[in-house]
């Protein structure tokens, strides 16, 4: 596990990963992490999405570690990592008690972040683990048990001081097509003193993938609450959104998690993705993961 010298000096940071899990209407999501407050105070937490509500539970700093190649991350009694995940959470809310198991990770080609993962100063540092993989397994909450066989997975992570004032995210992997999965992700980014709307974008089908992001040419036609349309060389990826409210979690700022944004881990759209005037796929998903934050 990691050594806590990387930690010890850090002021105003946090380091979150993403691990959803899907399987028919089965859906949740874990978000284990750590936040370091500009005094130097140091927690560590895991939140719950699922379709109908959120948890957020906090624990000591010492209960925390991860891997050098910050693969595998424990919390107390759970752990998570690209194998999967082993849970066992209990406060006077929410008591969850399993075990899921991945196979065949989708890694992306390249860093998602391009040339900016190099730059240390990025207010927020986005990475993919696993674009799709699959799930077997079961978790129990509160006594009720929650199934996954042969689900679809998806691993994200984010570390650095604060998201960015506004953003929008969404992805999906849960299509009628197999081995097919879309994130994308626009934002307001604070870059030397000045700022730029920044895209980054993966769009894997039929074994292939396309990267659509600020730092290859990408063009942000338009983006909202409703979805986004964006364009890169001959390709077009259009995504219509049909979410409602989504659930409540804590996202960070200047390193301490205290705002508040909302994400609908189960909504419906529909992904258009066209090179030059051919339609290649035309999909919808209605168990697709939606944030807009407009500051």
């Not at 993961?289 to 407009?294: A, G, K, L, P």
């Amino acid at each position: 596990m990691k050594n806590r010298d990387f930690y010890s000096k850090k002021k105003g940071y946090f380091e979150g990963w993403y691990f959803k899990n899907q399987f028919k209407d089965n859906i949740i999501s874990f978000i284990p992490g750590i936040n370091i407050k500009s005094d130097g105070q140091k927690c560590s937490f895991i939140q719950i999405i699922t379709k109908n509500k959120s948890y957020n539970i906090n624990y000591d700093f010492k209960d925390f570690s991860v891997s050098e190649d910050k693969l595998t991350i424990k919390i107390k009694d759970n752990i998570f990592s690209t194998k999967g995940i082993i849970l066992n959470i209990r406060n006077k809310d929410i008591h969850i008690k399993g075990r899921l198991i991945y196979s065949n990770i989708t890694l992306v080609k390249n860093d998602i972040m391009g040339p900016f993962a190099y730059f240390p100063f990025m207010e927020c540092v986005h990475g993919v683990l696993s674009l799709n993989h699959i799930v077997n397994g079961s978790i129990y909450i509160n006594n009720e048990e929650m199934k996954f066989i042969d689900g679809k997975g998806y691993i994200e992570k984010d570390s650095g001081k604060s998201f960015p004032k506004t953003y929008l995210w969404v992805q999906s992997n849960d299509f009628n097509i197999e081995d097919t999965s879309i994130m994308v992700s626009i934002a307001d980014i604070p870059f030397l003193g000045y700022e730029f709307k920044g895209c980054i974008a993966t769009v894997y089908y039929n074994g292939k993938e396309y990267r659509l992001a600020t730092y290859n040419g990408v063009k942000i036609v338009s983006c909202n609450e409703k979805g986004l349309v964006i364009k890169k060389g001959k390709y077009k990826l259009e995504i219509n959104i049909d979410a409602l409210s989504g659930q409540k979690l804590l996202a960070p700022n200047g390193g301490e998690m205290i705002r508040t944004v909302y994400e609908n881990i189960s909504c419906s759209a529909r992904f258009k993705f066209y090179k030059k005037k051919e339609l290649i796929f035309d999909l919808v998903s209605n168990t697709t993961s939606f944030e807009y934050v407009n500051n």
